[in-house]
């Protein structure tokens, strides 16, 4: 497999940031994304261990993002587009195909209830002519998103890392991090992990942002979708309402909360989200390279330039299915060049954690 090449002095700097900072022995960036890649894969193991002792038949999952729920959507491209944002598939008025993949942060099957962050995946079908199946691997472009501004990571062995200590229980979360990193460390990924987990909003309330940054056209770019004006939204004491009905009925309604939330938006009609860039403006309030630092709006405010359409429906049992062998990955892409460290090391941990699980994975040789 083909990687993409990185300027040397690029290689240098984060292989000597790696190791004064995060005590990470230099090593060439190949061989990181090959570690990372083999701890990606421990982890999955280390979750199927887990989940065996309650289930006996549980499987593989993938790495992070775990349980999710998915439907089918339409991508809609905003009639009045910029010029400059008239890149490829964003042509003004253009339709295409979605499947949308909405999930629970980490990497084990957990009630959805329990403490996490929230994450989206959507799959286009760039070709109109064709129509998007789950396996499909030609003519697509995947947009990967979680309900915080930014990463809780530095950079992609602080991600691996923080994950390995999430698998071995939250009880000892906080003391793990504070003895890795310090005190001052561990509060700041501490604050990251804590900002979305004070409220229960369901799936569709949230906002979704892509935290890393993108190539798009001339300019440099982040993404995110968040709810359309008009959409259902529920104050935070209708939301813990609906919580505690759900922990007095039990089953079904208090360990898949947020699926039968999003079942009931859907039953009732259509969900719609903005999709919105924000566009580069210089590396101090826009860093391209840092994803634990946020791109505020006051300095870059979102525009939308599509609608995230997903019509009335029910759960499909043979779509949810069908999307746990899809494997969502930044590089499924045409016009979103994935940009930065953490986004080079996703492209070969994301596709080693499909491999393992027996998810179709789309070539990247070139």
């Given at each position: 497999?083909?990687r993409d090449?990185?300027?040397a002095?690029?290689?240098?700097?984060?292989?000597l940031?790696?190791a004064?900072y995060l005590?990470?022995?230099?090593m060439?960036?190949?061989?990181?994304?090959?570690?990372?890649?083999?701890?990606?894969k421990?982890m999955?193991?280390?979750?199927?261990?887990k989940?065996?002792?309650?289930?006996?038949?549980a499987?593989?999952?993938?790495?992070?993002?775990?349980?999710?729920?998915?439907v089918?959507g339409?991508f809609?491209?905003?009639?009045?587009?910029?010029?400059h944002?008239?890149?490829?598939l964003?042509?003004?008025?253009?339709?295409?195909?979605?499947?949308?993949?909405f999930?629970?942060?980490r990497?084990?099957v957990?009630?959805?209830?329990?403490?996490?962050q929230?994450?989206?995946?959507?799959?286009l079908?760039?070709?109109?002519?064709?129509?998007?199946?789950?396996m499909?691997?030609?003519d697509?472009?995947d947009?990967?998103?979680?309900?915080?501004?930014?990463?809780f990571?530095?950079?992609?062995?602080q991600?691996i890392?923080?994950g390995?200590?999430?698998?071995?229980?939250i009880?000892?979360v906080?003391p793990k991090?504070v003895?890795?990193?310090?005190?001052?460390e561990?509060?700041?990924?501490?604050g990251v992990?804590?900002?979305?987990?004070i409220?229960?909003?369901?799936?569709?309330?949230n906002?979704?942002?892509?935290?890393?940054?993108?190539?798009?056209g001339?300019?440099?770019?982040?993404?995110?979708?968040?709810?359309?004006a008009g959409?259902?939204?529920l104050?935070?004491?209708?939301?813990?309402?609906g919580?505690?009905?759900?922990?007095?009925?039990?089953g079904?309604?208090?360990?898949?909360y947020?699926r039968?939330?999003?079942?009931e938006?859907?039953?009732e009609?259509e969900?719609r989200?903005?999709?919105?860039?924000q566009?580069?403006v210089?590396?101090?309030?826009t860093p391209?390279?840092?994803?634990?630092?946020?791109?505020?709006e006051s300095?870059s405010p979102?525009?939308?330039?599509?609608?995230?359409?997903?019509p009335?429906q029910?759960?499909?049992?043979?779509?949810?299915?069908d999307?746990?062998?899809?494997a969502?990955?930044?590089?499924?892409t045409h016009e979103f060049?994935?940009?930065g460290l953490?986004?080079?090391?996703?492209?070969?941990?994301y596709?080693?954690?499909?491999?393992?699980?027996?998810?179709?994975v789309k070539?990247r040789?070139?």
């Open positions: 497999m083909r090449p990185q300027p002095i690029m290689t240098l700097f984060h292989s940031y790696l004064n005590k990470v022995p230099i060439s960036q190949d061989k990181m994304f090959d570690d990372l890649s083999e701890r990606m421990r999955q193991v280390k979750a199927r261990e989940a065996k002792k309650r289930d006996t038949s499987t593989l999952k993938r790495g992070f993002h775990a349980k999710g729920t998915g089918r339409k809609q491209v905003r009639s009045e587009l910029p010029t944002l008239q890149v490829g964003f042509q003004p008025g253009a339709v295409y195909e979605a499947l949308v993949r999930s629970n942060a990497g084990e957990l009630g959805d209830l329990n403490k996490d929230r994450g989206i995946a959507i799959r079908k760039t070709n109109p002519a064709e129509n998007l199946l789950p499909d691997d030609s697509i472009q947009f990967l998103m979680t309900n915080t501004p930014i990463s990571a530095r950079n992609p062995v991600f890392e923080v390995e200590i999430l698998l071995g229980g009880g000892g906080i991090l003895t890795k990193y310090g005190f001052k561990a509060r700041r990924i501490l992990f804590l900002a979305p987990l409220s229960f909003k369901p799936l569709q309330m906002e979704y942002w892509s935290r890393t940054s993108y190539q798009f001339s300019t440099q770019v982040r993404f995110l979708i968040r709810p359309s959409s259902k939204m104050s935070s004491s209708q939301q813990l309402l919580v505690l009905r759900s922990l007095m009925q039990g079904s309604q208090k360990d898949h947020l039968e939330k999003l079942r938006a859907l039953r009609g969900v989200f903005d999709f919105c860039v566009l580069f210089d590396e101090k309030r391209i390279e840092d994803a634990y630092i946020e791109w505020k300095d979102p525009i939308a330039i599509a609608t995230l359409i997903i009335k029910d759960l499909d049992r043979q779509l949810q299915q999307m746990e062998r899809m969502f990955n930044p590089w499924n060049t994935p940009l953490i986004n080079l090391a996703r492209k070969n941990v596709d080693a954690s499909a491999s393992q699980r027996g998810a179709a070539s040789d070139q």
